[in-house]
């Protein structure tokens, strides 16, 4: 079994900053992929950031010279620095991994349940 928990939502002014927390736990022999989506009320999920096992990371545009994501190999924690945040950034943030339960095993996905984050005066 796996077990994603995730951190650090709340309510923030615009341009302020919030950082997110993922702490991974659980039947986890490798994750290949450590990423954060997004869904805004009436909008569907979408990719926010992720960063490979490699470290290589890639952002939405809406994101990109805003946003941060890195990751604590030790804890097994990524992290989503968000600063200069809008208020269309206002929605549910969800953490995903991308894994293996074993070396021989298919890589599987597993979602965490979302952190609010809400931007607003």
């Known amino acids: 079994q796996v077990q994603l928990v995730e951190s650090g939502g709340g309510l923030v002014q615009p341009g302020g900053s919030l950082r997110l927390s993922c702490a991974a736990s659980?039947?986890?022999?490798?994750?290949?992929?450590r990423a954060w989506y997004r869904q805004a009320p009436g909008k569907q999920r979408e990719l926010v950031a992720e960063?490979?096992?490699?470290?290589?990371?890639n952002y939405a545009d809406f994101v990109m010279g805003r946003f941060t994501i890195s990751r604590d190999n030790a804890k097994n924690t990524v992290y989503l620095q968000m600063n200069s945040l809008k208020p269309e950034d206002t929605g549910v943030y969800y953490c995903?991994?991308?894994?293996?339960?074993?070396?021989?095993?298919?890589?599987?996905?597993?979602w965490g349940q979302g952190t609010q984050v809400t931007v607003s005066s």
């Open positions: 960063i490979t096992r490699d470290g290589s990371t």
């Open positions: 995903k991994i991308d894994y293996k339960r074993a070396p021989w095993s298919a890589r599987s996905e597993y």
């Open positions: 659980g039947s986890i022999f490798s994750i290949n992929i």
